[in-house]
T-cell receptor, first 111, second 115 residues
Framework: AQRVTQPEKLLSVFKGAPVELKCNYS??????LFWYVQYSRQRLQLLLR??SRESIKGFTADLNKGETSFHLKKPFAQEEDSAMYYC?????????????FGGGTRLMVKP | NAGVMQNPRHLVRRRGQEARLRCSPM?????VYWYRQLPEEGLKFMVY????????ESGMPKERFSAEFPKEGPSILRIQQVVRGDSAAYFC?????????????FGPGTRLTVL
């Protein structure tokens, strides 16, 4: 069975502080990992995926297979980063290709 | 491209009534996914469809719930004889291709409230 765990429901930081949103997963095969973000009054949208190895809006995430983690990081948080963040997993050999989501972390960046 | 469309955005039903949720995928997308989000929880997969076919319905309750994606028209998620526990946000997503690495594009969701 595949599972995604985001241990923090709420993360509150001040503007300019570093941010790390934690994500751990369990999956027996080779997973694809994603971070989705939902800003206030907007739909869920893809932020980044591990296969792309990109930095989006200053965010990066490294897949650590040894620790089965895919933490999202940003060195200097901005107020506009305040949103709900969801870590998600898709099984490489999963015929359904569905996403398994974590419970989400609400990031609040205070001025 | 208007993105994934869902309607209605809000739906109120009394216990025992039927709920029909519609999803129009992005143009050119033939893969549709339905997810449910209960309050204070993450999204949970329900069903994956391609045109005229249900590919994976492992996340959908066996009773009262059904889904379709006809050759013409939107995908429909149908909940018969709704109960209070069906109150949730239902999200539809679409993608142009199959494959675990492909991005899914989400609709704005339908918030179902069962009185």
């Amino acid at each position: 069975a595949q599972r995604v765990t985001q241990p923090e429901k709420l993360l509150s930081v001040f503007k300019g502080a570093p941010v790390e949103l934690k994500c751990n997963y369990s999956y027996s095969g080779s997973p694809e990992l994603f971070w989705y973000v939902q800003y206030s009054r907007q739909r869920l949208q893809l932020l980044l995926r591990h296969i792309s190895r990109e930095s989006i809006k200053g965010f990066t995430a490294d897949l650590n297979k040894g620790e089965t983690s895919f933490h999202l990081k940003k060195p200097f948080a901005q107020e506009e980063d305040s949103a709900m963040y969801y870590c998600a997993l898709s099984g490489f050999y999963n015929a359904g290709n569905m996403l398994t989501f974590g419970g989400g972390t609400r990031l609040m960046v205070k001025p | 491209n208007a993105g994934v469309m869902q309607n209605p955005r809000h739906l109120v039903r009394r216990r025992g009534q039927e709920a029909r949720l519609r999803c129009s995928p992005m143009k050119g997308h033939s893969h549709v996914y339905w997810y449910r989000q209960l309050p204070e929880e993450g999204l949970k997969f329900m069903v994956y469809l391609q045109k005229e076919n249900i590919i994976d319905e492992s996340g959908m309750p066996k009773e009262r719930f059904s889904a379709e994606f006809p050759k013409e028209g939107p995908s429909i998620l149908r909940i018969q004889q709704v109960v209070r526990g069906d109150s949730a946000a239902y999200f539809c997503a679409s993608s142009p291709l199959a494959g675990a690495a492909n991005e899914q594009f989400f609709g704005p969701g339908t918030r179902l409230t069962v009185l």
